[in-house]
């Protein structure tokens, strides 16, 4: 390297050395302000090239091209006319003052991917630059498009599962256009896709359904998929797949068991209690009192009820459940009412319903729908104060209207399981009472006992 050569390899250090220390400074609002000023140092060196071209000082020239390469990277600048317009007058300096093809082509090439209209300068293009030049378009065609990049990716993958639960799979992953869950189980070829859905921002959640979670194994894997619906990035393949081990409902089966770093595979559970009390409302369909008021009907019978709205207190509801899958529950609820009514002391009604729980959700938290049959009374408090029309006579009679004996049923809520064995209920069950008609809205609340 020449005493000149190194003077400006020196004044190219210092160039970069400034812009750096400017950025610090001004921080990012003068970030702009500094490409502009390499720019224009940039433009300066091209200048002063492209004179020591000119009076056939190659090497001047290229110090100074390549200075103002360095300039560009330390600055940021990444494109624009006057970087392309270096890179031009790289090759010029390379092809005709050098007699360096290879790098010639190599600069050329470089200013038509910054800029694929550049062109050489008809004043300074000679046959021998032209020829290279055309050499570096080919070389950019035949390059393949810049592939985007792949989107992160982040998967753990499943390795058990419990029969008839659904298995929830998680991907992180950012850019991508969809993600795809891939499932089969042993003896099948075809694999079954689930769309997952973007809960939060980045994380994609899927599940296999709980009806297919059997045997000892199924087989899964995930894709994420650019606009194109072509697979960008994933975790395993259908050739490759990933293998999940099902643990059978009545406990741990074949395969690894608890160790460290792993829990004891859930228990899934049969039987639920649930002792549960609640209240109710009902609207009424006319009828009769359930006892004689002489002092309101004038003679020793009932009082005919007007239809409308009335309660029906305080009662228990104790509920047996057979669990025939982690979805499904079959169930046997009793309703266990007690009225004080009239001067008879307390009445008590007794209904039973026979009903299935479809339950939806995965977790402790649990949404259900309930619906059933059954029979039995239901009976609901009636003041008379509003049919008495004679003066003088109380006004303060409470009686019953007895509704029943057949009962649909239909209803819901929620049961939160805040340890294995022991939970919360709340419920809503609507019940028509037939021949005696009534409408009636229980709200139901309580522990549910899992076993």
Sequence with gaps: MDQTESVLVLCSRCTALCLVVLVLLGGSGALGQVQQAAEARIDLLNRKAMDEYDTLEFEAAR??????????????????????????????????????RINAVKYFAAALRTSPDAALNPA????????????????????????????????????????????RIRVR?????????????????????????????????????????????????????????????????????????????????????????????????????GLMVGAGLGIVNGGESEHAHPQLAGTARPVDINPGGALAPFHAAPELSYHLNRDWHICVLGRIQLVNAVDEGNKISLLGEARAKRFFGDGD??????????????????????????????????????????????????????????GLALEVNGLIMVPDFAANLDVNSGLVLSF
């Excluded at 091209?65 to 600048?77: C, D, F, K, P």
């Excluded at 619906?371 to 039995?376: D, E, I, L, P, S």
């Excluded at 003066?391 to 939160?416: E, M, Q």
């Design 63 to 100: 110090a100074a091209l390549v200075e103002a390469i360095g300039v560009a990277r330390s600055a940021g600048v990444t494109g624009g006319a006057v970087l392309t317009q270096t890179y031009l007058n790289l090759g010029i300096v390379y092809g005709a003052g050098l007699n360096d």
């Design 124 to 167: 300074r293009a000679t046959p021998a630059l032209e020829e290279m030049f055309n050499a570096a378009k080919e070389q950019v065609a035949a390059e393949p498009p810049p592939t985007p990049a792949a989107p992160a990716f982040q998967h753990t993958p499943v390795d058990e599962a419990v029969t008839g639960r659904p298995v």
């Design 173 to 273: 992953v950012r850019g991508a256009q969809s993600v795809l869950l891939f499932y089969r189980t042993v003896g099948s070829s075809d694999f079954q896709r689930v769309v997952m859905q973007q809960v939060t921002p980045g994380l994609y959640v899927g599940a296999i359904p709980a009806q297919v979670v059997a045997g000892r194994s199924i087989y899964y894997y995930v894709e994420a998929h650019n606009a194109a619906g072509e697979r960008v990035q994933g975790h395993g393949t259908a050739l490759s797949p990933n293998i999940i081990t099902v643990r059978q409902v009545a406990g741990p089966g074949p395969g690894p068991g608890p160790g460290p770093g792993r829990p004891s595979a859930p228990q899934s559970k049969v039987f639920s209690i």
């Design 365 to 422: 938290f649990r949404f259900y729908m309930a619906f059933g049959a059954g029979a039995g009374q239901i009976r609901h408090r009636i003041p008379l104060g509003d049919y008495d029309g004679h003066a003088g006579t109380p006004n303060d009679l409470v009686d019953t209207r007895v509704a029943g004996i057949g009962a649909f049923g239909l209803g819901g809520g929620f049961s939160y399981m805040f340890s294995s064995y022991v």
